[in-house]
């Protein structure tokens, strides 16, 4: 056998010992390139797919959409100012529960006035009575005074104690009609402040505030002639 055919021969030998080992090696190391590929697509979807779930729980992503609620107005009985909110937005809230204090000065100036203006027909009333009275007892003291002098001093005297009682409800009245006057100038006097407060961070118009103003300056008035008529109704 000459040299070339043996280092043939050794080649070949040398071929067939690798060739298994190489052939194996191969399909497992992409086997293991694949399961690695596998493994980082499932945690990069579970990182991106695990948040998505979550906000998915609580939020609805669409564009033709409808949203089916109740609406509940709620509105007070009567008009003003609130003073205070006990309720944050989207909450919970059950019958009974109280959502807002109204500013409850308004309110209060207002019954004052209602009650001086009752008063001041109450006094009006007792004096229109007392009109009447005083008519009747002035006309029968002048039937009577041709008659007879001594009842025409009787009836001067009852007429007399009537005119009295005339003028104390006269002064009555006038105090009454004080007292209304001192309510409008007080719930005046309170509006005309607040829209001064108001006016300051611009949440008023100046039309307004001369308004207020106005009525402050008009009630004013009207309570310092109704002080006058009371002084000039004392009966001496």
Same mark, same amino acid.
């Given at each position: 056998? &000459?040299?070339?055919? =043996?280092?043939?021969?050794?080649?070949?030998?040398? &071929?067939?010992?690798?060739?298994?080992?190489?052939?194996?090696?191969?399909? $497992?190391?992409?086997?293991?390139?694949? %399961?690695? &590929?596998?493994?980082?697509?499932?945690?990069?979807?579970?990182?991106?797919?695990?948040?998505?779930?979550?906000?998915?729980?609580?939020?609805?992503?669409?564009?033709?959409? $409808?949203?089916?609620? @109740?609406?509940?107005?709620?509105?007070? =009985?009567?008009?003003?100012?609130?003073?205070?909110?006990?309720?944050?937005?989207?909450? %919970?809230? *059950?019958?009974?529960?109280?959502?807002? @204090?109204? @500013?409850?000065?308004? $309110?209060?100036?207002?019954?004052?006035?209602?009650?001086? /203006?009752?008063?001041? /027909?109450?006094? !009006?009333?007792?004096?229109?009575?007392?009109?009447?009275?005083? &008519?009747?007892?002035?006309?029968?003291?002048?039937?009577?005074? /041709?008659?007879?002098?001594?009842?025409?001093?009787?009836?001067?005297?009852?007429?007399? *104690?009537?005119?009295?009682?005339?003028?104390?409800?006269?002064?009555?009245?006038?105090?009454?009609?004080?007292?209304?006057?001192?309510? =409008?100038?007080?719930?005046? !006097?309170?509006?005309?402040? =607040?829209?001064?407060?108001?006016?300051?961070?611009?949440?008023?118009?100046?039309?307004?505030?001369?308004?207020?103003?106005?009525?402050?300056?008009?009630?004013?008035?009207?309570?310092?002639?109704?002080?006058? *008529?009371?002084?000039?109704?004392?009966?001496?």
């Amino acid at each position: 056998m &000459t040299e070339k055919s =043996r280092n043939s021969d050794i080649a070949a030998n040398e &071929t067939e010992s690798m060739g298994p080992n190489s052939s194996s090696a191969g399909p $497992f190391h992409r086997k293991k390139i694949v %399961w690695w &590929t596998a493994g980082g697509l499932v945690i990069l979807a579970l990182i991106i797919g695990i948040p998505y779930y979550i906000h998915s729980l609580s939020h609805e992503s669409t564009d033709d959409a $409808f949203i089916d609620g @109740d609406i509940i107005p709620i509105s007070p =009985r009567v008009s003003g100012y609130v003073a205070h909110i006990y309720v944050q937005d989207n909450q %919970w809230v *059950k019958a009974g529960d109280l959502l807002v @204090d109204l @500013d409850p000065h308004d $309110f209060q100036a207002r019954l004052d006035g209602a009650e001086a /203006a009752l008063e001041a /027909a109450k006094a !009006a009333n007792r004096a229109r009575n007392i009109s009447v009275e005083l &008519t009747r007892i002035t006309a029968t003291a002048e039937l009577n005074e /041709a008659k007879d002098n001594v009842e025409s001093a009787r009836a001067a005297v009852q007429e007399a *104690k009537a005119r009295l009682a005339l003028c104390e409800a006269a002064l009555a009245q006038a105090k009454a009609e004080a007292e209304s006057a001192r309510g =409008r100038y007080r719930l005046d !006097a309170t509006n005309l402040k =607040r829209y001064r407060e108001m006016a300051k961070t611009k949440t008023v118009s100046l039309q307004d505030l001369d308004r207020a103003v106005a009525a402050e300056q008009m009630s004013a008035a009207d309570l310092r002639a109704a002080e006058k *008529k009371v002084d000039k109704s004392i009966c001496s």
